[in-house]
């Protein structure tokens, strides 16, 4: 017998026969009155209900007599919730108006009610008392548009036209798919980033002991937040951050995660091709000591030109797949390169000679005066919230319970590497310590050279990475529900991918592109806009107050880290940048 929808519970009682009606003043609110009947809002009825049941036509629907009965209980009587009741002696009523018309309160897309659809799990919306003008908000589909395309079929942009449908969805199913495997490439890739090298520095920043505390409970906190992602996505019916959050704040919202999206991305697209810059001449300056006098071959040792023709030859084509699922095994071949460069600043910072080697004060191993800026380049560094529905979106079976795993697995091992090249880098480097910590070594040390070709082609393989997601919040904004269009395509791909190079031709600070962006759009996405939204989404609960405290913190880490990042930038404090 199927459970019937919440809007049984708010039938008018003129509708109800003989005494029941007399009873009209009982809240038609309480849950008594959504007890079970057969599906108002399937095609047809069962044609049979057993013995001692009346048959409905199409257009009627069951709402047994035991539902009223229930109703004339004094205030306070225990219930059990969600029990499938049978009673012999059924009434008709008429059936609503259809659920199809009906939109959310925040100008949502209508709520498509049917026997294929299914509502939110029960234990993330316990009814509370004054809630149910809410409910229509809680209980829709869960995230129709990505699951698969016989699901997203209905939502095709071309209507009803059967050929362009079908051909439509042939495309979707078409597209690749990953497992759990792929899916935790591309997430721990996504993570395991170019902000790995940076965590010495954030050391440096917060001290020893701050630094490792920070490490470990932004690691819980972003971990958590990830999977809220998903969560508020499965809330709000939308299929994507930027759509959840335009549906619990309205056009503002879009705005404001449109913008700390596209900036996170961007930001790290320039760090990548800084570290480009940084790494690669390096590896030939040291295979070739005289490729500096070589005619032509003397611009690889140039970092203007290494970036340019690496970027436009090796991520630029990677940039310009559709698909994030296709980018999986370039995710897998730089999570090797990164076990390579945990392994270099381990061994090669245990070799360093003494005159290279750092030195440290009270501060620096306990709590220094940075640690605020050391949030932002930690969570630059573990924030992939910006592709998290994208991850989702290419599972080949996504539901919550397989992300949170992927999101578990990668958030920690992603952890694992980030201590380790923290605490190898700092404790030999300590003061000394700069944004890149493969820059503290010399440039004719073997084994950090090979370190440094790892971490260039896994930047030159990261960098598409952001681009999808730069690429994916102008669409969502500019052509919301567009089908897709080859030339703006090509035009977004290629604009975003040519202006973070021009960008990172400007710079040669990584740390400093690590600390601004981390501490606006990074905080934004990660501490405050998540939790906001499943605050927005939920009822009142335990969860929803470590939620608001997530927020608190989120946004008292953005404006004090933001200040005093751009303080440094104007103060030039720390010296220059080492520059190849």
Same mark, same amino acid.
């Given at each position: 017998?199927?459970?019937?929808?919440?809007?049984?519970?708010?039938?008018?009682?003129?509708?109800?026969?003989?005494?029941?009606?007399?009873?009209?003043?009982?809240?038609?609110?309480?849950?008594?009155?959504?007890?079970?009947?057969?599906?108002?809002?399937?095609?047809?009825?069962?044609?049979?209900?057993?013995?001692?049941?009346?048959?409905?036509?199409?257009?009627?629907?069951?709402?047994?007599?035991?539902?009223?009965?229930?109703?004339?209980?004094?205030?306070?009587?225990?219930?059990?919730?969600?029990?499938?009741?049978?009673?012999?002696?059924?009434?008709?009523?008429?059936?609503?108006?259809?659920?199809? /018309? &009906?939109?959310?309160?925040?100008?949502?897309?209508?709520?498509?009610?049917?026997?294929?659809?299914?509502?939110?799990?029960?234990?993330?919306?316990?009814?509370?008392?004054?809630?149910?003008?809410?409910?229509?908000?809680? $209980?829709?589909?869960?995230?129709?548009?990505?699951?698969?395309?016989?699901?997203?079929?209905?939502?095709?942009?071309?209507?009803?036209?059967?050929?362009?449908?079908?051909?439509?969805?042939?495309?979707?199913?078409?597209?690749?798919? /990953?497992?759990?495997?792929?899916?935790? &490439?591309?997430?721990?890739?996504?993570?395991?980033? #170019?902000?790995?090298?940076?965590?010495?520095?954030?050391?440096?920043?917060?001290?020893?002991?701050?630094?490792?505390?920070?490490?470990?409970?932004?690691?819980?906190?972003?971990?958590?937040?990830?999977?809220?992602?998903?969560?508020?996505?499965?809330?709000?019916?939308?299929?994507?951050?930027?759509?959840?959050?335009?549906?619990?704040?309205?056009?503002?919202?879009?705005?404001?995660?449109?913008?700390?999206?596209?900036?996170?991305?961007?930001?790290?697209?320039?760090?990548?091709?800084?570290?480009?810059?940084?790494?690669?001449?390096?590896?030939?300056?040291?295979?070739?000591?005289?490729?500096?006098?070589?005619?032509?071959?003397?611009?690889? #040792?140039?970092?203007?030109?290494?970036?340019?023709?690496?970027?436009?030859?090796?991520?630029?084509?990677?940039?310009?797949?559709?698909?994030?699922?296709?980018?999986?095994?370039?995710?897998?071949?730089?999570?090797?390169?990164?076990?390579?460069?945990?392994?270099?600043?381990?061994?090669?910072?245990?070799?360093?000679?003494?005159?290279? $080697?750092?030195?440290?004060?009270?501060?620096?191993?306990?709590?220094?005066?940075?640690?605020?800026?050391?949030?932002?380049?930690?969570?630059?560094? *573990?924030?992939?919230?910006?592709?998290?529905?994208?991850?989702?979106?290419?599972?080949?079976?996504?539901?919550?319970?397989?992300?949170?795993?992927?999101?578990?697995?990668?958030?920690?091992?992603? &952890?694992?590497?980030?201590?380790?090249?923290?605490?190898?880098?700092?404790?030999? *480097?300590?003061?000394?310590?700069?944004?890149?910590?493969?820059?503290?070594?010399?440039?004719?040390?073997?084994?950090?050279?090979?370190?440094?070709?790892?971490?260039?082609?896994?930047?030159?393989?990261?960098?598409?990475?952001?681009?999808?997601?730069? $690429?994916?919040?102008?669409?969502?904004?500019?052509?919301?529900?567009?089908?897709?269009?080859?030339?703006?395509?090509?035009?977004?791909?290629?604009?975003?991918?040519?202006?973070?190079?021009?960008?990172?031709?400007?710079?040669?600070?990584?740390?400093?592109? *690590?600390?601004?962006?981390?501490?606006? /759009?990074?905080?934004?996405?990660?501490?405050?806009?998540?939790?906001?939204?499943?605050?927005?989404?939920?009822?009142?609960?335990?969860?929803?107050?470590? #939620?608001?405290?997530?927020?608190?913190?989120?946004?008292?880490? &953005?404006?004090?880290?933001?200040?005093?990042?751009?303080?440094?930038?104007?103060?030039?404090?720390?010296?220059?940048?080492?520059?190849?």
């Amino acid at each position: 017998m199927a459970k019937a929808p919440n809007h049984g519970a708010h039938q008018d009682d003129s509708h109800l026969p003989g005494a029941v009606a007399a009873h009209s003043h009982h809240s038609p609110s309480e849950e008594d009155r959504g007890l079970l009947a057969d599906d108002p809002l399937s095609p047809r009825h069962h044609e049979s209900h057993g013995a001692g049941t009346t048959t409905t036509g199409d257009e009627g629907y069951f709402v047994t007599a035991k539902q009223y009965a229930t109703s004339l209980r004094s205030p306070g009587t225990p219930r059990t919730p969600n029990r499938v009741r049978f009673n012999p002696i059924p009434s008709i009523v008429e059936p609503p108006p259809p659920r199809a /018309s &009906m939109t959310n309160s925040n100008g949502g897309s209508s709520a498509r009610a049917s026997r294929d659809s299914f509502d939110v799990d029960d234990d993330l919306f316990h009814h509370a008392p004054g809630a149910d003008e809410h409910d229509d908000h809680h $209980r829709l589909p869960l995230l129709t548009d990505i699951e698969a395309p016989s699901v997203t079929l209905a939502n095709s942009p071309w209507g009803e036209d059967a050929d362009d449908v079908h051909e439509w969805a042939e495309q979707e199913r078409a597209r690749p798919k /990953s497992g759990l495997k792929m899916a935790f &490439m591309n997430m721990a890739n996504s993570i395991i980033g #170019a902000g790995i090298i940076g965590q010495p520095y954030a050391f440096k920043q917060a001290g020893l002991l701050a630094g490792v505390i920070l490490l470990v409970g932004l690691t819980v906190v972003v971990d958590w937040t990830i999977c809220l992602i998903v969560i508020n996505s499965k809330l709000s019916g939308s299929n994507s951050f930027q759509g959840t959050v335009e549906h619990c704040f309205g056009k503002t919202g879009l705005i404001a995660i449109s913008v700390a999206q596209w900036a996170f991305a961007f930001g790290g697209m320039v760090a990548f091709g800084v570290i480009v810059g940084d790494s690669i001449p390096h590896v030939f300056t040291a295979i070739w000591p005289d490729i500096r006098e070589m005619p032509v071959f003397h611009l690889l #040792a140039n970092r203007q030109v290494v970036i340019v023709v690496f970027i436009l030859g090796i991520s630029y084509p990677l940039t310009l797949y559709r698909d994030i699922a296709k980018l999986a095994k370039a995710s897998t071949l730089a999570l090797i390169s990164m076990g390579v460069i945990v392994a270099t600043v381990i061994i090669q910072g245990a070799l360093t000679p003494k005159a290279d $080697r750092g030195s440290f004060t009270p501060a620096l191993l306990t709590v220094n005066t940075g640690i605020f800026e050391a949030i932002g380049v930690i969570s630059f560094a *573990f924030v992939c919230h910006h592709n998290s529905l994208l991850i989702y979106g290419s599972l080949k079976t996504p539901t919550i319970d397989r992300f949170s795993r992927v999101t578990h697995y990668s958030t920690g091992i992603s &952890m694992v590497a980030c201590l380790l090249v923290a605490l190898a880098g700092f404790v030999t *480097f300590g003061d000394k310590t700069l944004g890149n910590v493969l820059n503290n070594f010399p440039s004719d040390n073997v084994m950090v050279t090979i370190a440094r070709l790892c971490f260039g082609l896994n930047m030159l393989t990261t960098l598409p990475l952001e681009a999808f997601v730069c $690429r994916e919040v102008m669409f969502n904004y500019f052509f919301p529900g567009e089908p897709f269009n080859m030339h703006l395509h090509l035009i977004f791909s290629s604009a975003l991918v040519v202006s973070a190079m021009v960008m990172s031709l400007l710079t040669c600070d990584v740390g400093a592109v *690590f600390e601004l962006v981390g501490a606006t /759009s990074a905080c934004a996405i990660a501490y405050i806009l998540p939790p906001l939204c499943y605050i927005k989404l939920t009822t009142r609960s335990w969860k929803t107050y470590v #939620a608001a405290a997530i927020i608190v913190f989120g946004t008292v880490v &953005m404006v004090i880290s933001l200040i005093q990042a751009v303080a440094k930038m104007v103060s030039s404090d720390g010296g220059p940048a080492k520059c190849m």
